[in-house]
């Protein structure tokens, strides 16, 4: 691929990268990020009031499937949505691709029922 010389050639660039329309999906990202609140303090992975186990209470009470590495959940699946957990520690919601925000936004509404009950 040659360079891009002007704004014509970076907008045709995109406009022949997209899909069309119908093809158009809304996906979103949420990251949350375990906080100790006595020292204000990332929580840590292990123990029992970390990462790992609140992962392993949503496998329990939530259904998701867990994936495991050396005996650790690392992700949770349920449907088309997926739990990671990010470098920092933080645990991210990766959504499925919406037809619709109204689609995202349930599946949000979904995600943090748990965690203020």
Not at 31 to 51: F, L, M, N
Request: hydrophobic residues 30%; contains cysteine; charged residues 30%.
């Amino acid at each position: 691929m040659s360079p891009i010389r002007n704004k014509e050639e970076l907008e045709e660039f995109f406009h022949n990268a997209g899909n069309p329309r119908r093809q158009w999906r809304v996906g979103t990202e949420y990251e949350k990020v375990g906080i100790d609140r006595r020292s204000g303090k990332a929580i840590p992975y292990s123990g029992p009031r970390g990462v790992e186990a609140i992962l392993r209470a949503l496998i329990e009470e939530y259904n998701w499937e867990p994936q495991e590495d050396e005996g650790h959940v690392i992700a949770l699946i349920r449907e088309k949505a997926q739990i990671h957990l990010e470098p920092g520690g933080q645990i991210e919601l990766a959504g499925e691709p919406c037809e619709s925000i109204h689609c995202s936004q349930a599946e949000f509404t979904q995600h943090i029922r748990p965690a203020y009950p």
